[in-house]
């Protein structure tokens, strides 16, 4: 079970996270790039919240600083009520395995270990007992629609069932925070539709926050907020009824 943190938003903003003035660079001296350039950016309570942008604008940097896997050199990284950037390595850490939940774009599954195996890894990880630790993954697997296909490795499974496993394991420990680096990106256009359906029916339970880092235009429909990233900043973030929501910049 995901740790209860209380959020630093009320009732009326209902932010997950909150980045403001974010910097990350890279290298130094000449070779010094730098990635984020002040970032401002929001994520809201119980909504698909989509970052689009270009190769190389900052999107997946951006979402390690959120994810407690990358620490910003400036700015303010609120994430779950929680100020990321005053926190040790051993406490984001622990952050990071209670709270968040990871979804990439190539699964990242073990082979040697069953569907059901690498969807328990987190709760194994959190110190919940192996066969505690399985049934409830195998549950949410069945509820994934993969009953039948639990003691199965994912070299026996398709794309979208494999991707259906990670799906699993991103929530089998009830994260507050789901993040995702391109989900569909590595699936047909029905299989991408389908995992999206997926991850908004239960990815949403439990008033959770989902982040989507996209190139996928096909699964904009599936977006409430579409925040849009170039050279390190939000330019601006788009919600349904605005122009050009669901839309490419292109």
């Known amino acids: 079970m995901a740790v209860a943190v209380e959020t630093q938003s009320s009732a009326q903003t209902r932010l997950a996270v909150q980045c403001t003035g974010v910097e990350k660079s890279f290298g130094s001296g000449q070779t010094r790039v730098r990635v ?22 900052g999107k997946t940097t951006l979402i390690s600083v959120i994810g407690a896997i990358l620490t910003s050199e400036a700015g303010d990284v609120d994430v779950l009520g929680q100020d990321l950037r ?21 699964f990242n599954l073990l082979p040697a270990l069953s ?21 409830r993954a195998r549950e949410l697997l069945e509820r994934l629609g993969l009953a039948g296909q639990t003691k199965k490795m994912p070299k026996q499974l398709s794309g979208g069932q494999q991707q259906r496993v990670a799906i699993a394991r991103a929530l089998v420990h009830e994260p507050s925070l789901l993040i995702c680096d391109e989900p ?23 008033d959770r926050s ?20 170039a050279d390190g900043v939000i330019g601006r973030t ?4 605005d122009e050009g929501f669901g839309k490419d910049d292109a």
């Open 115 to 135: 569907a059901e195996e690498n969807a328990s890894l987190p709760l194994v990880a959190q110190g919940v007992g192996t066969k505690k630790a399985e049934r």
């Open 238 to 241: 788009d919600e349904p009824g």
């Open 36 to 57: 984020l350039r002040g970032t401002d950016f929001t994520a809201e309570t119980g909504k698909m919240n989509f970052l689009v942008g270009p190769s190389g604008c």
């Open 86 to 106: 005053r926190m040790s390595n051993g406490k984001l850490a622990d952050f990071r395995l209670n709270n968040l939940g990871f979804i990439f774009q190539q």
């Open 184 to 206: 569909t990106a590595s699936l047909d256009a029905a299989s991408g539709h389908t995992v999206m359906e997926l991850l908004r029916d239960v990815a949403l339970e439990g």
């Open 210 to 229: 989902v982040i989507v880092v996209t190139h996928d235009n096909r699964i904009f429909e599936f977006a409430d907020r579409i925040s849009h990233m």
